[in-house]
């Protein structure tokens, strides 16, 4: 009751291995088939992008059964896909891809996300010597800026801007917090 007959299998609890109805050749001594039954209820397994973005249709399993799950088709930028959790803050449970048995209830999966690590560049903006060693920094990420390593003559270095000729955004060795990509802040000079 509550179950639909999947076909027969070689051992108790095995996988498919012959339809109903399908021909089988007998071996040299008896032999047993096992009835493989699938549930008859069925549940949902809601996806969620959890802070990414895209869509994904919901996947319906019956109750009992492992199925592969869904190839995940969210995306996020500045970050790589690491997998499924079962609540949007916990950890990665189910690998893209991974067997999913279905309980007795609906489920909500949550992708969880791993920060790309991008590359600030620092630039001289007419220095005359002296370099400044980029840095890798995860997406979204704060961390404290190298100190200046440029030198210009007759001028000082006065601090850091987001373009070669902006106004100072960030003071030598200041809080820098990553966007989702490779980035490169200018030295910024005034005369001496």
């Known amino acids: 009751t509550g179950f639909t007959f999947g076909g027969w299998s070689t051992?108790?609890?095995g996988a498919l291995a012959y339809?109903?109805?399908a021909t089988y050749t007998m071996g040299t001594a008896n032999a047993t088939l096992?009835?493989?039954w699938t549930s008859a209820t069925t549940h949902d397994i809601t996806f969620d992008a959890n802070t990414g973005t895209g869509t994904m249709a919901n996947q319906t399993i019956a109750e009992g059964n492992t199925v592969a799950l869904n190839s995940n088709t969210f995306s996020k930028t500045g970050y790589t896909f690491a997998g499924w959790a079962t609540t949007a803050g916990g950890a990665v449970v189910y690998a893209n891809g991974a067997n999913y048995t279905m309980g007795l209830a609906d489920?909500?999966?949550y992708a969880k996300w791993t920060p790309n690590n991008n590359t600030l560049s620092f630039n001289g903006n007419t220095?005359?010597?002296g370099s400044t060693a980029s840095q890798t920094i995860a997406s979204d990420a704060t961390a404290t800026?190298?100190?200046n390593g440029f030198t210009k003559t007759g001028y000082t270095f006065a601090g850091w801007a987001t373009t070669a000729g902006g106004a100072v955004a960030y003071a030598n060795g200041a809080s820098y917090t990553m966007g989702t990509a490779n980035a490169t802040l200018?030295?910024?000079?005034t005369s001496a």
């Open 11 to 13: 051992t108790l609890g």
């Open 19 to 21: 339809a109903d109805g």
């Open 34 to 36: 096992y009835a493989i």
């Open 107 to 109: 489920v909500t999966l």
């Open 127 to 129: 220095n005359t010597g």
């Open 145 to 147: 800026l190298n100190s």
């Open 186 to 189: 200018y030295a910024i000079w």
